[in-house]
């Protein structure tokens, strides 16, 4: 049996691993423990979670988690976002040269991580741009707000139609695609961790991996993980 840990950024990749990814990984034999928060600081010996906007903490959480479960069936992945990442992340200056390319620039910041934590059993995984990517998969799915916005939704649809991939929506301040959707449903700002896995729900996961390649990928590498687990 192929055990999974994931660390979730926040309460929404929090819900949406456990509520979509979870039951969908157990059918390719591969468990997943209720996903985690993912570490931000550490004062006076507690852990405070969430954000993962400080590396340090985030790499000494996933560290002692590999330590404390040193099992060759137990694997490490993270839900993170590109969108704003921590200042001292590994390679952030040296990928500053492929932001014109995000899929390298987010591959290459993958391996940089995997490279820090040196452990075969951690998969990498940072979300291009946020979270957020997922919903324009299907703006369709904000009729689940307000099926009365039609304007709003059709303002979304165009977005997502503008690029090859929801995941190359960029992540300026105020064009980032939670940006794009607050813009439009401004309750979805406070009501996001409820919100947001309910939306994804709705369009559902085949749809979203089918127009989000780097989130395909991931989800593909955790699934053969039963086949290839390390001895």
């Known amino acids: 049996m192929v055990r999974l840990y994931l660390f979730a950024e926040g309460q929404t990749e929090q819900t949406f691993a456990d509520t979509l990814i979870k039951p969908h990984l157990a059918q390719h034999e591969v468990f997943m423990h209720y996903p985690r928060l993912i570490a931000h600081a550490r004062k006076k010996g507690k852990v405070h979670r969430g954000g993962g906007r400080n590396y340090e903490p985030m790499k000494n959480d996933i560290l002692r988690s590999l330590k404390e479960d040193s099992n060759p069936d137990a694997f490490f992945t993270t839900m993170i976002d590109l969108y704003a990442i921590a200042p001292d992340f590994p390679g952030l200056a040296e990928a500053e040269s492929k932001r014109q390319n995000p899929v390298q620039r987010v591959e290459f910041l993958e391996q940089r991580f995997a490279d820090d934590i ?15 990517a997922y919903l324009f998969a299907d703006p369709t799915c904000f009729e689940y707000l ?18 090859e991939t929801p995941e190359l929506i960029n992540d300026g301040q105020q064009t980032a695609p939670s940006k794009r959707i607050i813009a439009r449903f401004p309750d979805y700002e406070k009501a996001k961790p409820a919100f947001a896995p309910q939306l994804a729900e709705r369009i559902g996961l085949q749809i979203i991996r089918s127009r989000c390649p780097h989130f395909n990928t991931w989800l593909s590498q955790l699934e053969s993980l039963n086949t290839i687990r390390l001895g």
């Open 118 to 132: 040196s452990d075969p059993r951690f998969i990498p995984y940072i979300q291009l741009h946020e979270y957020e």
């Open 146 to 163: 307000d099926a009365r916005r039609t304007k709003e939704i059709e303002a979304l649809k165009a977005i997502a139609n503008q690029h």
